[in-house]
């Protein structure tokens, strides 16, 4: 499996409050991502990062801010969580972006909004 | 905006039948990509299709890419317990749109 660690794994926290996802990479690949799961959605892209304090936004971005600061870190911040972002995010990476690379998935951090 | 529509949502199998998943998308694509999520698990990469009307297989999955790159299809001939999970087709122009995904269920 590729060198992908998310952080926390498993969260509950209260509406209103900020939360702060963390992927983590060893591998040294350009693009990262930020997806959500849910039942019936199957797989929606959040943001995603292209290069070192490079991103853009994707189809769920509302609510959710991104930062980038090193190759191998992306942060995913709601800065105020609501019930409706409850959900598995997973972050993903690859080296060759939206051509011919693969994805490479992190374990998912599956967050509860009370 | 790009979408890629996949069905059905959900399969129940009997352990031997076999078992098929579309991918149609609204443009055509560059290439199309599948990934298998086992249950509680994580998106895991299987192939990828570039060529129009090219086909692959993998044992007993067979996946095809349509002549127009709209469209593909996963097929697994003699499903067995292990093929449980649910399988996402992602079709690429520029970027990743992944299909809503197919939950495989195996009856023994």
Known sequence: DAGITQSPRHKVTETGTPVTLRCHQTENHRYMYWYRQDPGHGLRLIHYSYGVKDTDKGEVSDGYSVSRSKTEDFLLTLESATSSQTSVYFCAISELGGNTGELFFGEGSRLTVL | ?108
């Open chain 2, 1 to 108: 905006g790009q979408q890629v529509m996949q069905i059905p949502q959900y399969q129940h199998v009997q352990e031997g039948e076999d078992f098929t998943t579309y991918c149609n998308s609204s443009t055509t694509l560059s290439n199309i990509q599948w990934y298998k999520q086992r249950p509680g698990g994580h998106p895991v990469f299987l192939i990828q299709l570039v060529k129009s009307g090219e086909v692959k297989k993998q044992k007993r999955l067979t996946f095809q890419f349509g002549e127009a790159k709209k469209n593909s299809s996963l097929h697994i001939t003699a499903t067995q317990t292990t093929d449980v999970g649910t399988y996402f087709c992602a079709g690429i122009l520029n970027q990743f749109y992944f299909g809503t995904g197919t939950s495989l269920t195996v009856i023994p």
